[in-house]
C-alpha cells in the first residue's frame, strides 16, 4: 500500500503560507484551533453561492482578522455591506465575543483554483450531468486558462452504480514530489441521491523559480 502526503501540508512553509498564523500558549491552543474550525464551517456553509477558495485567519490579544477568498465578493458584502455585518455579528459568537474585522479578496483567476474547480465539478454532478462530461470540461478549462498540468480523481458511486469506484482524468506534467513544484490542491464532495462522491482536484501552475522570473 502507497504511502501518501497530503498536497497541502507537504508544502506548507516551502510554496504555500499557514491558513492561520497566531501563537497561543498551551492553555489556549486547542480552543484556538477548534475557533479556526468553526470559523472556516461557517464560512463554507453560509457563503457557499459566494464560491469560497480559502479563509485565512490572523490573530492578535484582542482581535481576529478573518481573510476569504471569494471568487464573487459581492456575495459576501451584500447590500451597502449589511452581510458583512451580519458574518461579522455570528462569527463574534464563535470566537467568544472578541472582536472580528473581516477583509475580502476576491480570486482572480477561478478556472485555476483548485478548490473552486472541485467545487464546480461536484455542482454538476449533482445536477446529474455526467461525471466524465464534467471533468473534461473543467480540465480544459484549466490548461486554456494556463495550467501545466491538471489531474482529477473522483470517488464513488458513480452514475448509480451498486459498488463505489474510482475514476480520474490527468493532463500535462504533474510532478507531485517537486517542493519547487506549484502544485494547488482542493477536496469536494457532491451529495447525490446514492450518496457522497468525492472530488480531488491537483493543479501544476509551474515551479517558484520560474513564477518569479515571469512576474518580474
Request: glycine share 10%; aromatic share 6%.
Amino acid at each position: 500500500m502507497g504511502q501518501k502526503v497530503h498536497p497541502i501540508g507537504f508544502r506548507t512553509g516551502v510554496t504555500r503560507d499557514w491558513e492561520s498564523r497566531w501563537y497561543a500558549d498551551k492553555q489556549h491552543f486547542g480552543q484556538y484551533i477548534c475557533e479556526d474550525f468553526n470559523i472556516r464551517k461557517y464560512v463554507n456553509k453560509n457563503l457557499a453561492a459566494a464560491n469560497i477558495a480559502k479563509t485565512e485567519i490572523e490573530r492578535d490579544q484582542n482581535e481576529i482578522e478573518v481573510i476569504i477568498h471569494a471568487a464573487r465578493p459581492g456575495l459576501v458584502i451584500g447590500r451597502r455591506g449589511s452581510e458583512v455585518d451580519k458574518i461579522r455579528g455570528d462569527l463574534r459568537k464563535i470566537a467568544g465575543g472578541r472582536n472580528i474585522q473581516i477583509k475580502i479578496r476576491e480570486v482572480q483567476q477561478p478556472e485555476l483554483n483548485s478548490q473552486l474547480v472541485a467545487a464546480g465539478i461536484a455542482e454538476q454532478i449533482v445536477k446529474r450531468v455526467n461525471y466524465r462530461r464534467a471533468i473534461k470540461k473543467a480540465v480544459e478549462t484549466c490548461v486554456n486558462a494556463g495550467a501545466f498540468g491538471v489531474k482529477v480523481r473522483v470517488a464513488g458511486r458513480l452514475a448509480g452504480a451498486e459498488i463505489a469506484r474510482a475514476d480520474g482524468y490527468t493532463v500535462g506534467n504533474l510532478p507531485l514530489q517537486k517542493l519547487r513544484a506549484i502544485i494547488d490542491y482542493g477536496f469536494a464532495e457532491a451529495a447525490t441521491t446514492v450518496g457522497n462522491i468525492g472530488i480531488k482536484v491537483w493543479i501544476y501552475k509551474g515551479d517558484v523559480d520560474t513564477v518569479a522570473k515571469e512576474s518580474k
